[in-house]
């Protein structure tokens, strides 16, 4: 598999405080790739230096199998696309003249502006300053900055911030397009479920560690959900030195892998302790990156 | 380069840039030539004695020395202001263009409009001097050299306000700078001729093309090598805080 982003041991330290630490990403070509962590775990600065807006402490980017630093930036970012933090826009401008400073600024064509443009449905808005833009038509236009030089690789921090649930939709169908197009799209967000439903591959930080990157199949195997033990005899159950706790259907074990399971239920027949049900609790996405990322909370 | 500019020009639109320059450049030809209109001085504009285009160019000064620096904080401020509030600084690094680039831009734009903006407030005085009718012989080289002077102390202070509202968020401080600048250049009229050397403020009297001497009005002119220090150290202190600018992390602030 291609990688667009590959980062080895990427970290980044103010004074005695690490940002980021010790990260090992893998970006594959032509995918959605969610980054997912809780406010301050770490994205934006990462984004920030697969940018490189700011300097590693230690640790390599890699961006289309190049090195990517301060010296090779002004050759990459012609294919790179990217919205960091709040949208760009200059507020005394409408959205037209900002859009004519981006063409200058990139020597595009009128083409390629109209084009992202359209793409971000932003058409009927163009002649309103944009300090009169909704923060969703903010970020559209910062969309469009970032879609009008044509990227193969799109970087999104947090795009859908702001955005109403219509407009959350929409942009999601834009990067999955975007994606089936080949175009490689990186977008960060604290909000599981926004990036649960356009992302083929995640990758998940806490306090500035990656502690999952896969697919959503990958992460579910990655954590055991618990077991419910169907049963009107726990007390029985409990009685064979099971850590379980009871719950109204019977009882619940955490931590039991396949085999374990098989294994308890061939102990509770053999002790003829009655066994109505078995099955695994569907965990949400939500609790799953909970676990991982020691419930630092998803503000 | 180029294209910088072309953009810092662009983005100027509804900045009110030149009206900012327009009234300032009515307020110190209406202040500085108030005096024109007085019984006083109309009786001195035959007299070379009276000298009434001396006395109209110090007020010129003053005028100047209490504006000029106000000027210069606010246009510097409301042009980088924007880089500040929309995430342009990043916007142009990703496009190539460094921090350091677009104050150099800026400063060539917001140069361009001081330049024009002295040039008509000198120009305007004296044809206003001729149309009330002073009939000495005007001092020409002496009002073009002020207004040479006038614009290389702006260009100076520019460099060191465009510097400034890229690194504090806060444009209220930079204007904050301006006024109390201003003040500065204003009592450095009236203090002692090295304490206008002491702040770059200082040098809006320093360069006071007359000054009083025995209720006379004498020429005067900055000292040569202070000024040219001054000149220079201002412009080799912005090249290199554009260097360091485009060589830091992320964003100038």
């Not at chain 1, 080949?182 to 083929?200: I, K, P, Q, W, Y």
């Not at chain 2, 000495?136 to 060191?160: D, E, H, Q």
Request: net charge neutral; proline share 5%; charged share 20%.
């Amino acid at each position: 598999m291609n990688h667009v982003i590959t980062t080895e041991g990427l970290t980044k330290t103010y004074g005695s405080r690490t940002v980021v630490d010790s990260l090992d990403l893998r970006v594959p070509e032509g995918c959605v790739y969610g980054f997912l962590g809780p406010n301050g775990s770490g994205k934006s600065t990462t984004m920030k230096m697969l940018l490189s807006l700011v300097r590693p402490t230690r640790g390599e980017v890699s961006v289309f199998g190049r090195p990517m630093d301060h010296r090779t930036r002004h050759e990459l970012s012609p294919r790179i696309g990217s919205l960091i933090e709040s949208p760009p826009g200059y507020g005394h401008l409408t959205g037209r003249e900002n859009m004519a400073i981006v063409r200058r600024m990139l020597d595009l064509t009128d083409r390629q502006v109209e084009r992202a443009v359209a793409t971000v449905r932003l058409g009927d808005h163009m002649d309103k300053p944009v300090r009169a833009y909704s923060l969703g038509m903010k970020q559209r236009l910062g969309i469009a900055m970032a879609l009008a030089r044509e990227p193969r690789l799109l970087i999104l921090d947090e795009p859908t911030n702001g955005l109403d649930p219509a407009g959350i939709e929409e942009i999601r169908d834009l990067l999955k397009s975007l994606a089936g197009e080949g175009v490689t799209v990186m977008v960060s967000s604290h909000l599981l479920d926004e990036v649960d439903r356009m992302a083929s591959v995640l990758g998940i930080l806490g306090r500035g560690r990656l502690v999952f990157q896969g697919t959503r199949a990958e992460l579910f195997d990655r954590s055991t959900p618990d077991l419910i033990l169907q049963t009107f005899e726990p007390e029985r159950a409990l009685a064979l030195g099971l850590s379980a706790s009871p719950i109204d259907e019977g009882l619940r074990l955490p931590g039991l892998g396949d085999d374990d399971a098989a294994a308890l239920v061939r102990r509770l027949v053999r002790h003829d302790v009655p066994v109505h049900g078995l099955y695994r609790v569907r965990r949400s996405l939500e609790e799953v990156f909970m676990d991982l990322t020691g419930r630092e909370g998803l503000s | 380069m180029r294209m910088a500019v072309g953009l810092e020009v662009h983005k100027t639109r509804r900045l009110r840039v030149w009206v900012l320059c327009l009234v300032m450049t009515v307020a110190v030809v209406a202040l500085s030539g108030m005096n024109l209109f007085s019984e006083s001085a109309r009786e001195g504009f035959a007299d070379p004695a009276a000298q009434p285009w001396e006395s109209l160019l110090l007020n010129q000064v003053m005028i100047s020395a209490m504006t000029s620096p106000v000027l210069v904080a606010v246009l510097a401020g409301r042009q980088v202001d924007i880089e500040h509030q929309s995430q342009g600084w990043f916007l142009a690094r990703m496009s190539g263009l460094g921090p350091g680039l677009l104050c150099r831009a800026k400063a060539v734009v917001l140069g361009l409009a001081l330049t024009l903006t002295v040039v008509a407030q000198c120009v305007l005085l004296f044809l206003a001097g001729l149309v009330v009718g002073i009939e000495v012989a005007p001092p020409v080289a002496l009002w073009a050299r002020y207004g040479l002077f006038l614009l290389l102390v702006n260009l100076a202070l520019l460099g060191l306000h465009l510097w400034l509202a890229a690194r504090v968020d806060n444009q209220l401080v930079g204007l904050g700078v301006g006024l109390l600048g201003a003040f500065y250049a204003v009592y450095a009229l009236l203090m002692p001729t090295w304490a206008a050397y002491v702040l770059p403020w200082g040098y809006y009297a320093a360069i006071s093309p007359v000054a009083m001497a025995d209720d006379q009005l004498i020429e005067s002119m900055p000292i040569p090598w202070a000024f040219a220090l001054f000149l220079c150290a201002a412009a080799a202190l912005f090249l290199g805080a554009c260097r360091y600018l485009d060589r830091a992390e992320g964003g100038p602030a």
